[in-house]
């Protein structure tokens, strides 16, 4: 079943690699969307694919990169984009 989720991540995440962190995980676990930096200091997230694995994603978010500190992941259900692949973005 397919699923998509946005997902902001906060705490110590921006200057960590957290987006280069996220953008291996999802190439290697399947998963597509993007992931950038907002201008709050939040990570956003936002993963589609099968259920399984958008759950693993999430739960890599939840963690982090290792000099990461997170503090909050909020976790919103989405209308599913269809993405072909995970992409990196830029503000």
């Known amino acids: 079943m397919k699923k998509s ?4 991540i906060s705490g110590l995440v921006q200057g960590m690699f ?3 962190f996220i953008k291996e995980n999802a190439d290697k676990i399947g998963v597509n969307g993007f992931v950038r930096n907002l201008e709050d200091g939040r990570v956003e997230v936002f993963i589609e694919g099968d259920s399984d694995s958008v759950n693993k994603m999430i739960e890599i978010c939840k963690k982090g990169p290792r ?8 976790i919103k259900s989405e209308k599913f984009q269809n993405f072909r692949n995970f992409k990196v973005l830029h503000i």
């Open 5 to 8: 989720v946005r997902v902001y």
């Open 18 to 20: 957290f987006r280069v």
């Open 67 to 74: 000099h990461a500190d997170v503090k909050g992941v909020e």
